[in-house]
T-cell receptor
Framework: EADIYQTPRYLVIGTGKKITLECSQT?????MYWYQQDPGMELHLIHY???????EKGDLSSESTVSRIRTEHFPLTLESARPSHTSQYLC??????????????FGSGTQLSVL | SQQGEEDPQALSIQEGENATMNCSYK?????LQWYRQNSGRGLVHLIL?????REKHSGRLRVTLDTSKKSSSLLITASRAADTASYFC??????????????FGKGTHLIIQP
């Protein structure tokens, strides 16, 4: 079982609200990621980080933002949630930044529903 | 565009039988990985095979890689009810192989009937 935690597991909110999805890992991994996944579909990378103070956008354009102030913490924020943001958000980390062949450790995900 | 595509999209077999899933991809890769996802949960890494490897085993799992056909297969032998899950292949691009180049397919949903 991976030591990477996401909260909350489920979140139902109204349109226009600001939300933060939390992700923490206790493995000391430098590289962390956020993926978005719709039911029965593939994962899309929306953000990643090589370490503290490093954030990059992924392949899928997202209105969310991320920060990396501490190695273990990689929160994702939506300033104004919309129904189109309804999806599952998965956080992951890996041990070797920038090198080939590393594997990802995933959290259990946050299922976000925006009404 | 999508790099990895799993086939079949869904598979239902009896407990004890073997399950085979396939993955095809389009561009050259550094490595290919298989992950399992239980319903509503995160993904769990199963096995990684590098581009210079042809076959790899881990317990009841056997993965093959054919770079000339740009395809991989995952075989689960002696399936159990607990193997019921979605299985994803993920390819790491040749340029770096790091996970920022990791592309996931849509997955194969495997159901093991008791």
């Amino acid at each position: 079982e991976a030591d990477i935690y996401q909260t909350p597991r489920y979140l139902v909110i109204g349109t226009g609200k600001k939300i933060t999805l939390e992700c923490s890992q206790t493995m000391g991994h430098d590289k962390m990621y956020w993926y978005q996944q719709d039911p029965g579909m593939e994962l899309h990378l929306i953000h990643y980080s090589y370490g503290v103070n490093s954030t990059e956008k992924g392949d899928l354009s997202s209105e969310s933002t991320v920060s990396r102030i501490r190695t273990e913490h990689f929160p994702l924020t939506l300033e104004s949630a919309r129904p189109s943001h309804t999806s599952q958000y998965l956080c992951a980390s890996s041990e070797y930044p920038g090198s080939g062949g590393e594997k990802l450790f995933f959290g259990s995900g946050t299922q976000l529903s925006v009404l | 565009s999508q790099q990895g595509e799993e086939d079949p999209q869904a598979l239902s077999i009896q407990e004890g039988e073997n399950a085979t899933m396939n993955c095809s991809y389009k561009t050259s890769i550094n490595n290919l990985q298989w992950y399992r996802q239980n319903s509503g949960r995160g993904l769990v890494h199963l096995i990684l095979i590098r581009s210079n490897e042809r076959e790899k085993h881990s317990g009841r799992l056997r993965v093959t890689l054919d770079t000339s056909k740009k395809s991989s297969s995952l075989l689960i032998t002696a399936s159990r009810a607990a193997d019921t899950a979605s299985y994803f292949c993920a390819t790491a691009a040749l340029r770096g192989g790091g996970a920022d180049g990791l592309t996931f397919g849509k997955g194969t949903h495997l159901i093991i009937q008791p």
